[in-house]
Structures are given as structure tokens and as C-alpha cells.
């Protein structure tokens, strides 16, 4: 059906930026454009969710130019839920930076071209068009660029640097990708090419054409063995920034491959093996590497590595429950990374350090605070009934009846050394006396009231919306089957897109 | 940078060029030209003018600093590509007037989006150079 509203969640962003590109050096007007910004942008994305899922996808023709010609834009279930998802997480962040960022930052455009990331990000998962949906991954690593390098710092620019030639490494393969693409069918329009690619004699060109989108998305979603540009740039950048990229950017990788490789390339065996094959090798180098970190937000950037590799199992074993798994995995995973990396800003205006050794005693200072973070510490870990649990169940289910006990081996490994790298965490954070000789400098006890409950509000909203996901498990196992029929089943995405 | 050759002839090529970036600008949408095209273009000329007079003068022809440009450029665009959506059209069509003006010929929001990349590469193109050209 089309609709042509459904680019507005884009455009409520859009306009956000310019209107605070207007006020430019007003940092106070921007946090109000940039927080009712966000919150405009929610409730618009939440009626495309609802009209979504009510009446089925809906898609658009910019221009007016009907598909395969011109270029289309489809808000299928998959592509509304993670905008709904961008979506609270931006409102969270975007309240936690207008408190938790220096001025200073703020002067240099912060709020515009934060909100320029999360245009970025929402169209990228409502385009319909492989090249459009490359253009729209160059916005987000443009924006992303200028907000790791925003205030200049020394060790800002040294993760930057690494995280801007991976990133453009990933943008040529993913070019290079979509120029053959191009090339062997004469289409971009992913609806289209997803029956013009069978039709191809040549379909050892096919198989490594999907190759160069393995490598593009990967390198972008942090998988084995090019995940290392991660943990070496995600601590650098201010606590609000990390949040917005720990929390959405890798995801962004994981929903193209989900869309390339459930509509233009269907996964054979080798595909199937070699994702396989990545995931495991995921999981083991994030969990390793969790383990022997002790600045939290690098240990956080790990756990990050190794939970993409939950997801690429799930698309690895390739059907419905395994998808289920992988994108309910997804929406946990998205609510859950961004607040831990809120979590590091609170814990860090707390005793002005993130070093796990010279932290401690925050359970006996702020007793209230410190059980809001366990709750999101515990549905990370995936204790029961929390959210972190009920993905593990239909990728457990689906790897034992594929026999892929090499897998389940991995993932309870994984699960188990979250498990443990969180309990250490714990202990020496919160439950562990200060250690002495250490000064800590405390910013948060001398803040105002209001600056206090805009910097724990945010980590409280996205608790809630973790805590929904996990008691209400029923109806977002609902959501996720639908996804996984719809990513296995195309003909409704390919006839809502082409007609018949 | 002193010489007269120069001052003079930048006094006569600043509208000259701006005349020029004009028509770029307004023959692009069927012929080689547009805005971004028509923006260097604009940009060159004040550019040429700082490097005769200095970047004072220059800002002082501007009177407002380029960097404003780029909202409003950006505005213009956003305007132009969402207008459609009011009339129940997908966003970015074009929409024509019926009668063609004379000179410009037929308008349409395609136009007002050039206008606005006009504006956003000059208010850019600007910043940037004298940002670098102030510093030293």
C-alpha cells in the first residue's frame, strides 16, 4: 500500500538539525529543539509502527517515479520496529547530552549533527534502494565522524583516525558490492533484484558479490576478524556519543545484512558455513576480550563484539525461529547497549573515572541508582524473565535442531562470560569499598536537582523499555515471528514494492 | 596580496561572476549547470574579491556571515522537497507553475531546491576559506 508519510520520522530529524543550525552557538535553545525534537520523532515513529502493523507495508515513490525507475521507500515490520527502536534511544540520549556534555561541545554543532545521525539511521532502515540505502550508511559515517572527533581531544582523534579508515574500507567493498550488482542485473531496487539475481548465468559472480556485502556489513557491524577498529575507538568519544554508536551504529550493519541477505541473496551452504563460522569466531574474540579489560567502557565495546555474534548466528542457521532469535536478540540489544554506555556517563560524573580498580562503594553511596543498573546489568546477562533471555531460547531451539552443538557450546561460553565479566563488574563497582589512595571527585552530588533527573531519567526510560521487552516477552515474540516471516517469505515485501 | 590590475578587475568580475553563477543556476535543470555548480561559482567570486581586498572587505560586502547561509539553504531544500507532501504528492516531485515567467522561464520546486544547494555550497565554500584565510 503506498503511503507517502512514511518518510516523516526522516524529516522530523531533518528539520530538527536545520532549525538548530539556525540557532548555532545557542546551546540552551538547542537542547529544548533537540529534546522535543526527539520526542516528536518518537510519537511519529510510533504511528508508522502502529499503521505497520495494522495494515501491512506500506512503501513510497520518491517523486513520484513508480519502482523498479525510481527510488522506493518500504517500512516493512523489521524496518518500523528498529525505527521505533532509533527512536527511543535517540529521545534517551538526546536528553542525557543535553546534561551530560561539556559546552563546549555543544558550541561546535553537537545537537545538529546528532540529529543529522539519527536522520541518517531511520532511512537507512525505510529505503528500498541498495544504493540509496549506501548513501544513506555515508550520512551516518560523515555524522559519525565529526561527533568521535567533536572537542578534539588527542585520544579522540587516534580512535577516530582508526575508526574512519575501517569505516570507508567497509563503504568501498560495500560500493564495489553493489557496482556488480549493478552491473550483472541492471538494477538497484532491492524488490527488483531480489527475482533479477536468479535469473543471472553466472552465478559463481553472484556468490562473490555476496562476499563483498559479508565484508562491508561486517567491518560496520564489528564482526570477526575486523571488529578490532570497535573497542579501540569506542571509548574515546563523550558517554552520550558512545551510547548512540554502541547502541545503534553496528546494529545498522546487522539490519542491512538481514535485508541483503533474506531478499537478494538467499544463503546457500557456504554462505550459510562461512557466517557460521564468523559468528563463532565473534563470540570467542569479544568474550576474551571482555574478559581482560578493566576500563568499563572498553569491556562494554567487547561485550558489544561479542553479542553481534549471537545475531550472526541467528542469521547463519538461516530460518524462521533462528530469525526470530536474531531479531528479537536485536531489539534487546539495542535498548540494552545504549544504556550501558548511558550507564558509564552516570557512573563517570559519579566518581570521575571509568577504571574498574578505582572504582567502588557506589551500592553504599547511591543505593537507589545502583539497582536501576543492576536491573539493566541483569537483562544484559539475560537472567530470566528478563529481556537478555528469551532470544537465547530460539537460538538455543533452532541450533540443536540443526546440530549445530559447536554453536550452542559458543553461545553458552558467551552467555557465561558476560555473566561473568557483569558480576565482576558489580562487585568492583558497586559492592567493592572505595580503594584508598584513590580521590574521588564527585560531580553529581553538587548538581542541581534537575540536572541529577536528566542525567539517571534517560538510563530509567530505556530500563523501562527493557524491562517491557522482558515481562512482556509474549508480544514481542509476536512482532519477531512476523519479522521472520516476512524476511523468509518476500513476496509480500517484493508485491507491495512492484505491484504484481 | 597589492595589485591594482587585480583590485580593479575583481571590482568588475564580482558581478560579472555573480550574474554568471545566476544562470548556471537557472538553467540546470535541463541543461549542464544547478546550484551546487552555480554556488562555486558565486563562492569564486567573492573568493577573488578577498584575495584583491582582504577578507575584511569582503565580509563587509557580505555583511552577514556565510555560515548563516547554510540553514537557510538547507531550509529552503527541506521545504522543497517535503512541499509535495501537502498537495498529497510523494515527497521530492516536482511541482510546476502553469505559466511560464518570462526571462526564467517555467518555475518549479525543483528550482527552489536548486536554490537552496546554492546556498548551502556558498555559505560552505565561504566558511571554510575564511575561516583558514582569518587564522593566519
Known amino acids: 500500500m503506498i503511503d507517502n508519510h512514511i518518510l516523516a520520522p526522516v524529516f522530523v530529524h531533518l528539520f530538527a538539525a536545520i532549525v538548530q543550525l539556525i540557532f548555532w552557538r545557542k546551546t540552551i535553545t538547542q537542547r529544548f529543539i533537540s529534546v522535543g525534537g526527539s520526542l516528536i520523532g518518537l510519537l511519529v515513529a510510533m504511528r508508522l509502527f502502529s499503521k505497520v502493523h495494522q495494515e501491512g507495508i506500506l512503501t513510497m515513490n520518491a517523486s513520484d517515479w513508480d519502482a523498479p525507475f525510481g527510488i522506493v521507500f518500504v517500512a516493512d515490520l523489521l524496518s518500523v520496529t528498529l525505527v521505533v527502536l532509533t ?79 575501517m569505516n570507508i574500507l567497509a563503504s568501498t567493498f560495500f560500493l564495489t558490492g553493489i557496482g556488480i550488482l549493478y552491473g550483472i542485473t541492471g538494477t538497484l531496487n532491492m524488490a527488483d533484484l531480489s527475482f533479477k539475481i536468479k535469473d543471472v548465468q553466472n552465478q559463481t559472480l553472484v556468490g562473490i558479490t555476496s562476499c563483498f556485502f559479508i565484508i562491508g556489513f561486517g567491518i560496520k557491524s564489528a564482526v570477526f576478524p575486523l571488529y578490532y577498529w570497535l573497542p579501540s575507538s569506542y571509548h574515546t568519544p563523550p558517554s552520550a556519543v558512545a551510547a548512540t554508536f554502541g547502541g545503534l551504529l553496528t546494529k545498522v550493519g546487522i539490519y542491512a545484512m538481514l535485508r541483503v541477505f533474506s531478499l537478494i541473496f538467499i544463503p546457500d551452504d557456504f554462505i550459510c558455513t562461512l557466517l557460521m563460522v564468523l559468528a563463532v569466531l565473534t563470540i570467542l574474540t569479544g568474550a576474551f576480550g571482555a574478559l581482560i579489560k578493566t576500563n568499563i567502557r572498553r569491556l562494554f565495546s ?112 558467551g552467555s557465561f562470560i558476560t555473566l561473568f565479566v557483569i558480576a565482576k563488574m558489580w562487585s568492583k563497582v558497586f559492592w567493592k569499598d572505595v580503594p584508598e589512595n584513590v580521590e574521588i571527585e564527585d560531580k553529581f552530588a553538587s548538581m542541581e536537582l534537575y540536572r541529577k533527573i536528566m542525567m539517571v531519567l534517560p538510563v530509567g526510560i530505556l530500563a523501562a523499555a527493557t524491562l517491557y521487552i522482558g515481562l512482556n516477552a509474549e508480544s514481542i515474540v509476536k512482532i519477531s515471528e512476523q519479522i521472520a516471516t516476512q524476511l523468509i517469505d518476500t513476496r509480500p515485501y517484493v508485491e507491495a514494492v512492484l505491484g504484481n | 596580496m597589492k595589485s591594482a ?20 543556476l537557472l538553467r540546470g535543470h535541463y541543461y549542464p549547470g544547478g546550484g551546487f555548480v552555480g554556488g562555486l561559482v558565486a563562492s569564486i567570486a567573492f573568493v577573488l574579491h578577498s584575495f584583491a581586498h582582504g577578507t575584511e572587505n569582503t565580509m563587509k560586502i557580505l555583511r552577514y556571515k556565510p555560515l548563516s547561509l547554510i540553514p537557510i539553504g538547507l531550509g529552503i531544500s527541506a521545504l522543497s522537497v517535503v512541499a509535495p507532501m501537502i498537495a498529497g504528492l510523494p515527497p521530492m516531485t516536482g511541482l510546476w507553475f502553469e505559466e511560464p515567467i518570462p526571462v526564467i522561464g517555467m518555475i518549479g520546486s525543483a528550482l527552489f531546491f536548486d536554490i537552496g544547494v546554492y546556498l548551502v555550497v556558498i555559505g560552505v565554500v565561504l566558511t571554510i576559506l575564511f575561516t583558514i584565510s582569518l587564522n593566519d
Open chain 1, 87 to 165: 527512536s527511543i534511544a535517540a529521545f534517551a540520549v538526546s536528553i542525557f547530552s543535553s546534561v551530560g556534555l561539556s559546552r563546549q561541545r555543544m558550541l561546535y554543532g553537537y545537537f545538529p549533527i546528532f540529529h543529522f545521525l539519527i536522520m541518517g539511521l531511520h532511512g537507512a532502515f525505510l529505503t528500498g534502494d541498495i544504493f540509496n540505502l549506501y548513501v544513506y550508511f555515508e550520512v551516518i559515517i560523515i555524522s559519525s565522524f565529526v561527533l568521535m572527533t567533536l572537542g578534539g581531544r588527542k585520544a579522540q582523534l587516534e580512535g577516530a583516525v582508526k575508526y574512519m579508515a
Open chain 2, 5 to 24: 590590475i587585480l583590485q580593479t578587475a575583481s571590482r568588475y568580475l564580482l558581478p560579472i561572476l555573480l550574474l554568471f553563477s545566476f544562470f548556471l
Open chain 1, 302 to 413: 567487547y561485550l558489544i563484539v561479542c553479542h553481534i555474534g549471537f545475531m550472526m548466528g541467528g542469521i547463519a542457521m538461516f530460518s524462521k525461529i533462528a530469525l526470530m532469535g536474531a531479531v528479537f536478540y536485536l531489539i534487546h540489544d539495542i535498548m540494552v547497549k545504549t544504556n550501558m554506555f548511558l550507564i558509564a556517563g552516570v557512573i563517570r560524573q559519579l566518581r570521575g573515572t571509568m577504571d574498574m580498580e578505582k572504582l567502588g562503594g557506589l551500592y553504599k553511596e547511591y543505593p537507589k541508582i545502583s539497582l536501576l543498573i543492576a536491573l539493566v546489568l541483569f537483562s544484559l546477562v539475560g537472567i530470566p524473565p528478563l529481556s537478555g533471555f528469551w532470544p537465547k531460547i530460539f537460538l538455543f531451539q533452532e541450533a540443536f535442531t540443526q546440530h549445530q552443538y559447536f554453536f550452542v557450546g559458543v553461545l553458552i561460553f
